[in-house]
C-alpha cells in the first residue's frame, strides 16, 4: 500500500464500492467511487467558471456529507479552501469571507439564518450543499453540469484556516501552495498524510468527532483518504453516541481532544460499560493540553493506546508522544521533531524545567493573510517561530505545555500559569468544566479566579467551592491556586475544545479599563 498513489482516486479506481465517508448518526455513506465522482465534477465546474490555481473558496456549513467531497475539489484544482467556523456571527463571519478573497461559497440550509446577514456581492458562485438557500444554485445541479470523466491537469491545493480568535480576531494561516501535480510524494499535504498514515496503520476506520472546520479534523480526515481509509464523522459530538457509533462502526482509530475525554469520562458507569470498544487501536488527541488525572482514567479504561500531539495550524514544529513514553514523562506532550528553544523575555535560551516561549527552528514557510506586522511578530532575531505558547523542556528533552503567552496571569508581580490550575480542577470528580483567569484586583492587579462548570448544577454552592479551592491548594503551591470560585452553567468553548477566555474575561473586566488581554 506504501506505494500507491497518495490519492482517492486510485482507490475509487480499484475499491470503488468501499466507503470513504459514513455520517455517524444518519448512516450515510459515500464509496470511494463516489467521492472521486463528485469531486472531479466540482472541480470541473470550478474550472469552467474561470478558477485557477491560487484561487479561493470557502466552506460555511455544519459537518455534512457533502463538505470532504467539495475540499477534495478545491485539493485537486490546486485552489486554497477556507473552512469557515458555523459557530460565527454573521460580521465574524464576513471578515473572513472578505479577508479571505474567497471567490465562491458553499453552505447549506441550516446555515440560513447567517448567510442573510451576510454581504455576498463579490462572491460569484454561491453553492448550496445541502437543502436550499435563496441565490445559491442547487450543489447537485452544478455536479450534473459538469458531466463525469477525468479532469487532467490537477495540482494539489491547500487549505487556508483561520485561527478560532480566542485571544482575539481570527487570523488566516497561508501557506505556499504546493505547486505540484496532484498526489505527488514531494508534496507538503502528502508528506503530511505519510507522517498521520505512519502512526494508523493499514485498513483504517476513523473516526472525526469535531467539525471538520478545524485544521486537525479536517486535514486528518482527508489525510486518511490517501490511504483508502473509512472516514466516520460525526454530526455532533455527544459523549454516549460516540462510543455507540465506536461500537458500530468497528472504529480502529480516533481522534478526541481533552474536553470530549471529560465528558465521556463523566458518563455513568453502566452506559460506558456497556459499549464494545475492542476494535480501538489508536487514539490522538491534541488542540489542548490534557490533564495528568484525565488521561490516566482514560488509560485506564481504554488502554495504552493514547497518543498525542502538540502542532498548530501554522506548521512550524510539533511534537508526539505515545502511551509508554508519557507514562514516564506524565503531563509531556512528547520530544520536538524539530529544534526547539525556550526562550526567557529577554531573548536568552533557558535551562531545563525553566518555563519560556516555545520557539522551532525550521518548518514550513507561511504567513498571516493580510498582517505582515503579525506575520513578523513571531520570530525572533534567530529566525526561530513561536505559537505564542509557554512551556518547557526536561532533561530528556520531553517539552511540556505550561499555558498561552496571551493567557498568564500577573498578580502582585508574579507569572502565574492558569492551566495549571484548570488542569487540577479537571480531575475532580465534581467539574464537568473548568476556566482560570485573571479578574481586577486593587491590591494586587489581578487574582485569580475558577470558573467552573459542575457536573451537577444542584451541587453548585458554597460548600463546593470550598471543597475545590482545598482540592487545589493540597496539589498545588499556594499562589497558584484560585482565590475564589465562581460556577456557570456552560463555558464559551469550541467544539474543538478551544476556550474563549477573552469572552470570560470581559464579563469581569468591563468597567475596569486595565489590563485586559485580547
Keep these: 500500500m506504501g506505494a500507491a498513489p497518495r490519492t482517492p482516486g486510485w482507490y475509487a479506481e480499484r475499491t470503488p464500492g468501499a466507503p470513504a465517508i459514513i455520517m455517524g448518526t444518519s448512516g450515510e455513506t459515500v464509496t470511494y467511487a463516489q467521492l472521486d465522482d463528485r469531486s472531479t465534477r466540482l ?62 461559497l458553499f453552505s447549506s440550509a441550516a446555515m440560513a439564518g447567517v448567510i442573510a446577514d451576510l454581504d455576498l456581492s463579490v462572491i460569484g458562485t454561491l453553492v448550496c450543499a ?28 491547500r487549505e487556508m484556516l483561520y485561527s478560532s480568535g480566542t485571544t482575539g480576531r481570527p487570523k488566516g494561516v497561508r501557506k505556499q501552495l504546493p505547486g505540484t ?65 465506536i461500537e458500530k462502526y468497528r472504529v480502529t482509530y480516533a481522534q478526541f481532544v481533552p474536553t470530549m475525554f471529560t465528558r465521556m469520562l463523566r458518563l455513568p458507569g453502566a452506559e460506558r460499560a456497556k459499549y464494545d470498544l475492542s476494535s480501538l487501536k489508536t487514539v490522538t488527541h491534541g488542540a489542548a493540553p490534557c490533564p495528568v488525572d484525565i488521561k490516566k482514567q482514560m488509560m485506564d479504561w481504554w488502554g495504552p493506546i493514547l497518543h498525542e500531539y502538540y502542532a498548530g495550524t501554522e506548521d512550524i514544529g510539533n511534537t508526539h508522544i505515545g502511551p509508554e513514553e508519557w507514562l514516564a514523562h506524565p503531563g ?21 524545567r525553566s518555563p519560556g516561549l516555545i520557539y522551532f527552528a525550521g518548518g514550513r514557510p507561511f504567513e498571516y493573510h493580510n498582517d505582515p506586522e503579525k506575520t513578523a511578530s513571531v520570530v525572533n532575531d534567530q529566525g526561530w517561530r513561536t505559537l505564542g505558547d509557554i512551556g518547557y523542556l526536561d532533561e530528556d528533552g520531553y517539552l511540556y505545555l505550561t499555558d498561552r ?62 471543597e475545590l479551592l482545598a482540592y487545589c491548594r493540597e496539589r498545588l503551591s499556594a499562589y497558584k491556586c484560585p482565590r475564589s470560585v465562581d460556577f456557570t452553567d456552560s463555558l464559551p468553548r469550541e467544539p474543538n475544545g478551544k476556550l474563549y477566555k477573552r469572552l470570560l474575561r470581559e464579563r469581569y473586566w468591563a468597567g475596569h479599563g486595565g489590563s485586559l488581554v485580547i
Aim: net charge negative.
Design 405 to 466: 503567552q496571551a493567557h498568564m496571569i500577573i498578580s502582585g508581580g508574579v507569572n502565574i500559569y492558569p492551566a495549571e490550575a484548570e488542569n487540577v480542577l479537571a480531575g475532580h470528580p465534581a467539574v464537568a468544566d473548568v476556566a482560570v483567569i485573571g479578574v481586577p484586583d486593587a491590591e494586587m492587579g489581578e487574582a485569580v479566579k475558577a470558573v467552573v462548570q459542575p457536573v451537577s448544577p444542584r451541587d453548585a454552592d458554597s460548600d463546593l467551592k470550598g
Design 130 to 157: 445541502d437543502g436550499a438557500l435563496d441565490g445559491f444554485e442547487s450543489y447537485d445541479g452544478v455536479l450534473a453540469s459538469a458531466g463525469p470523466g477525468p479532469l487532467g491537469g490537477e495540482r494539489e491545493g
Design 332 to 352: 509531556s506532550v512528547g520530544r520536538p521533531q524539530s529544534e526547539c528553544h525556550i526562550i526567557s523575555p529577554n531573548g536568552s535560551e533557558l535551562p531545563p
Design 181 to 245: 501535480a496532484f498526489g505527488d510524494p514531494k508534496s507538503a499535504p502528502v508528506i503530511v498524510a505519510d507522517g498521520i498514515i505512519r502512526s494508523a496503520g493499514d485498513g483504517i476506520v476513523y473516526l472525526s468527532p469535531a467539525p471538520l472546520y478545524h485544521s486537525a479534523p479536517l486535514v486528518f480526515s482527508m489525510s486518511l483518504h490517501r490511504t483508502g481509509a473509512t472516514v466516520v464523522v460525526m454530526e455532533k459530538f455527544d459523549p454516549e453516541l460516540c462510543l455507540r457509533i
Design 43 to 104: 472541480a470541473r465546474a470550478l474550472r469552467a467558471r474561470g478558477f485557477a490555481e491560487g484561487d479561493t473558496i470557502a466552506v460555511l456549513m455544519e459537518n455534512n456529507r457533502a463538505y470532504l467531497e467539495i475540499t477534495w475539489a478545491a485539493q485537486r484544482s490546486g485552489l486554497r479552501y477556507t473552512a469557515v467556523n458555523s459557530h460565527l456571527k454573521p460580521s465574524e463571519v464576513q471578515y473572513v469571507l472578505d479577508d479571505s478573497g474567497a471567490t465562491a
